[in-house]
């Protein structure tokens, strides 16, 4: 017996042992498996904390004010400048067309601010045909199996990496996080996972998984003093993390600097689609932006019934809109822009629609108009509120044009969406973000007063997305009645985390009236379940069953 034991270690022990001895692998992902290999020997060129051992320090080589210049770009806990991460913005290296002879790259390693144990690589393309799903990529290649500072890794500002291939004319060089790839158990070269949402993020945005609008994960700046590419990650599915982009921080030595798209042999731009590290003095100005986009609409819908789940077919209420936001000198919110429309009542009991504003003050309210129905009128924030509410809309059946019971959620009768409605808030002094938070703010439904509303009437009972718990006229006793399960981390939701209210940075067809938005969707309930982690698709046309969904 003791002769087969021994003889079954000696093989588990060869297997694994030609497994450890591969140059290359495969990772298992959510969309399949992907070709993995290693900058430095897989066997020999990484320590036990996952630091390659041919790693040299540059960091006296830096300019002295590299990190910090790199941070008041990009400073921690607060939201990118949304221009930063335009997808006009280069994220990737591009050899020009034009280019005559090799480049080469190396990688330095500058800082990190994450809870994870990142791992970071690069991977090659044809910039003119880019890979359509991060599996169609030939090969992913690590540099930094666990790109960490002490005590989770090893790795100092300045160690760099020289990745020993050369770059030629048509090549374009791509890069990667995998969050906690290396994780809390690895060692040396080998990985944990495909990730903490079981894929990469890439800095080709298409490649990564949240909704259009909101894929990017990289920045990349150019300091023309030093002719560096610093690339910055955010490591957190953008849905959910803090947005600061600064989770992982490299600069990326390419020789010569020339060999890039739109650099200049002796390092000057001539790509204004390059994020400059240090500008020339120049005067502050304010600037601006959407959301979600320029020429897109995000939608909001809510479900009536709460605290009971009723017919769950999200379409109580459904409004498409979009804000126009302006920043001043420092950054700071000075007025916005909201422009909606209503298309869809599903709703027999009579909603009212408002705007919250957290964290503002009455007295900091300069003026707010809204145009309604042709006409524009002065809006004051709700008398009886000890925060900034504008009401909208006290009924939204009062909004709309129809003969029909129901407003765009039966096929047997078809109306055109409702006319624009555009309000305009102009603060006395702006607003940081850190306090009011980001679009699209606490949009939420209360009951239409002197209308009946079943068991729940009156001006105490609202609806708001799960991450606002009601304002100071809501009756927050209706907690915990009948489905609703709301706790300290999410409210207006049930016991499976299913909400009441929903946005999506989209256009949205919505389901037709009495049918559950899960027969409409197959693919929301695992978005939920999962927390807007997976299938952040569902709400796509291609993701629908024409048979539930209003046309």
């Known amino acids: 017996m003791a002769y087969y034991q021994t003889l079954i270690i000696c093989i588990v022990i060869s297997f694994f042992s030609t497994l450890a001895n591969a140059e290359t692998d495969t990772l298992n992902t959510r969309l399949g498996p992907i070709n993995i290999s290693w900058v430095s020997d897989r066997n020999t060129g990484y320590n036990a904390k996952g630091e390659p051992l041919n790693v040299v320090n540059i960091n006296d080589q830096l300019p002295a004010t590299f990190l910090a210049d790199i941070y008041a770009k990009i400073p921690d806990g607060r939201r990118v400048n949304p221009d930063y991460i335009d997808t006009d913005s280069k994220s990737n290296l591009v050899i020009d067309n034009d280019f005559e002879g090799q480049a080469t790259v190396s990688v330095t390693f500058l800082n990190e601010g994450a809870y994870f144990r990142n ?251 809204l145009q309604k129905s042709g006409s524009t009128v002065t809006l004051q924030p709700e008398a009886a509120a000890s925060e900034v509410i504008f009401i909208l809309s006290a009924d939204v059946w009062q909004d709309v044009s129809t003969s029909c019971n129901m407003f765009r959620t039966m096929p047997s009768c078809k109306n055109a969406i409702s006319s624009e409605f555009v309000l305009n808030v102009e603060f006395n002094q702006s607003v940081d973000e850190s306090s009011v938070g980001l679009p699209p703010y606490d949009l939420f439904i209360f009951a239409s007063v002197d209308k009946p509303h079943g068991e729940f009437a009156g001006r105490q009972w609202e609806v708001h997305l799960k991450e606002f718990s009601g304002t100071s006229l809501f009756n927050q006793g209706q907690y915990g009645l009948h489905d609703d399960n709301s706790n300290a981390t999410n409210s207006f939701v049930n016991s499976n985390n299913f909400p009441w209210a929903i946005n999506v940075l989209d256009n949205f067809e919505q389901p037709s009236e009495g049918k559950d938005i899960q027969k409409g969707y197959p693919d929301f309930a695992q978005w939920v379940i999962n ?10 046309p291609a993701r629908s069953v024409i048979n539930y969904i209003y046309k």
């Open 531 to 540: 927390s807007g982690a997976s299938h952040t698709d569902w709400y796509k």
């Open 119 to 369: 791992t970071f690589g690069y991977f090659l393309y044809d910039p003119n045909s880019p890979p359509q799903t991060f599996t169609d990529i030939a090969e992913h290649k690590i540099i930094f199996p666990n790109a960490s500072k002490p005590n989770a890794g090893l790795l100092d500002q300045g160690d760099t990496v020289p990745l020993e291939i050369t770059l030629t004319a048509g090549q374009a060089m791509g890069f990667f996080v995998i969050p906690n790839g290396w994780g809390f158990s690895s060692s040396y070269a080998e990985l944990e996972s495909s990730g903490y949402w079981d894929q990469a993020f890439y800095s080709l945005p298409h490649l990564n998984p949240e909704p259009d609008g909101v894929k990017q994960h990289n920045v990349v700046f150019y300091d023309t003093q030093s002719q560096l590419l610093v690339i910055a990650f955010e490591d957190y599915y953008r849905m959910q993390g803090d947005n600061d982009f600064n989770d992982m921080i490299f600069s990326l030595d390419v020789t010569p600097i020339g060999a890039l798209e739109g650099i200049n042999d002796d390092g000057t731009v001539t790509d204004t689609n390059y994020n400059v590290l240090i500008e020339e003095e120049t005067t502050p100005t304010s600037s601006s932006s959407y959301y979600p986009s320029a020429s897109g609409y995000a939608t909001i819908m809510f479900e009536d019934r709460w605290p009971k789940m009723g017919d769950y077919d999200f379409n109580d209420l459904v409004v498409k809109y979009r804000y126009y936001l302006e920043k001043d000198i420092n950054n700071k919110l000075s007025s916005l822009e909201l422009k909606y429309n209503i298309q869809a009542i599903g709703a027999e009991y009579h909603n009212g629609f408002a705007l919250h504003l957290p964290n503002v003050t009455k007295a900091n309210i300069k003026s707010a108009t």
